[in-house]
């Protein structure tokens, strides 16, 4: 049985081997595909002197260590984005100061406001993108091939956009996108998931649907994509975040759905529960309670074994574990009929 198991793993996840990457074994009263790092939060309330906290951030391996990008929120609550390093994915060193980015036109004008990156390995190059304020929230973006020097690139949309999240591959020879337009502010008027394709990075197009919030309470408010799209033999393996409203506040849980891997507009099984929701005291009280938002995850093809990185309250960054085949079988018996 072991080994039928084993076959089922490796074939499901399309990735590169991770030996050294952060795992836990899941707990023997586990009852969900996910489970939390026994020690989380791993980055806590204000782990540098001129950081309030450390949230919505993402890592890739590098070498036989990790490298992530951050989300620091300073002392003043200006968000910026940091370098950081790990031996083990776990304990973090991140540099004081912002990453300072190459710009190829004045008129972009200088990163002061940059939040929520995801981190995207395409052919020979790392890709960054993030929330990037320029007359409104739209999709920032930048390259580096050693992290040292960022070169930044043409904004990929009009404000107002959040939560871009590029695919790790061409698809279709084009390179490929999800992001959640939406509007000022905490404005719910725009709150679903597109894709959209380019031939460049620079110009856009093409755009279509993915998956609208709802059906399900969980998710009426409004979604985002998440880490960037995992793929596997049976489709793209999109995590994402739902939001519902309460009579108090928002609550922000972690979804999942599998796209089509040709045509990634096209949903395969979209499930009707969330795989988390916040429990724990760290994703239920802090700057923003009731909150888990995934934006980082570190896949191993050899195991099938998941890294899930989120920020939780918006104040800590965590861990969930998970294996690849428990949360595409799951997506599938719970599928929306």
């Not at 979604?223 to 995992?230: C, F, K, R, S, V």
């Given at each position: 049985m072991k080994n039928e198991m084993?076959?089922?793993?490796?074939?499901?996840?399309?990735?590169?081997?991770?030996?050294?990457m952060p795992w836990e074994p899941k707990p023997a009263d586990c009852k969900e595909v996910v489970w939390r790092h026994s020690k989380n939060p791993i980055i806590d309330l204000h782990p540098m002197p001129k950081a309030r906290s450390v949230f919505n951030s993402c890592v890739i391996p590098w070498k036989d260590h990790f490298l992530g990008v951050f989300r620091v929120d300073s002392l003043s609550m200006d968000p910026m984005l940091h370098l950081g390093t790990s031996p083990d994915g776990l304990d973090w060193s991140i540099e004081e100061e912002p990453i300072t980015f190459i710009s190829p036109d004045p008129a972009l004008g200088k990163v002061t406001n940059a939040?929520?990156?995801?981190?995207?390995?395409?052919?020979?190059?790392?890709?960054?993108?993030?929330?990037?304020?320029?007359?409104?929230?739209?999709?920032?973006?930048a390259w580096t091939t050693d992290f040292k020097t960022f070169h930044q690139m043409e904004n990929a949309f009009l404000p107002f956009n959040r939560n871009g999240v590029l695919f790790?591959?061409?698809?279709?020879?084009?390179?490929?996108?999800?992001?959640?337009?939406?509007g000022l502010g905490m404005a719910v008027n725009y709150g679903d998931i597109f894709f959209s394709e380019?031939?460049?990075?620079?110009?856009?197009?093409?755009?279509?649907?993915?998956?609208?919030?709802?059906?399900g309470k969980w998710e009426r408010v409004k979604?985002?994509?998440?880490?960037?799209?995992?793929e596997t033999t049976e489709g793209w393996l999109l995590l994402y975040h739902g939001v519902t409203d309460t009579c108090d506040s928002f609550v922000y849980s972690m979804g999942a759905a599998l796209l089509d891997l040709n045509e990634p507009s096209k949903v395969l099984y979209r499930c009707q529960f969330p795989l988390m929701t916040p429990e724990k005291i760290y994703e239920t009280a802090g700057y923003v309670g009731n909150v888990v938002f995934p934006t980082g995850v570190i896949a191993d093809g050899d195991t099938g074994r998941l890294a899930v990185y989120?920020?939780?309250?918006?104040?800590?960054?965590?861990?969930?574990?998970?294996?690849?085949?428990?949360?595409?079988?799951?997506?599938k018996e719970h599928a929306w009929k």
């Open positions: 084993d076959a089922i793993v490796k074939t499901a996840l399309i990735a590169d081997a991770v030996p050294n939040y929520d990156p995801r981190l995207c390995k395409i052919d020979d190059k790392y890709y960054i993108t993030w929330c990037n304020s320029y007359y409104g929230a739209t999709i920032g973006q790790p591959k061409k698809i279709n020879g084009k390179f490929a996108m999800l992001s959640r337009p939406m380019s031939p460049d990075l620079t110009y856009w197009g093409k755009h279509r649907i993915v998956f609208t919030r709802g059906p979604i985002g994509p998440g880490p960037i799209p995992i989120y920020g939780a309250a918006d104040t800590y960054t965590a861990v969930v574990y998970a294996h690849i085949d428990e949360i595409i079988a799951y997506v």
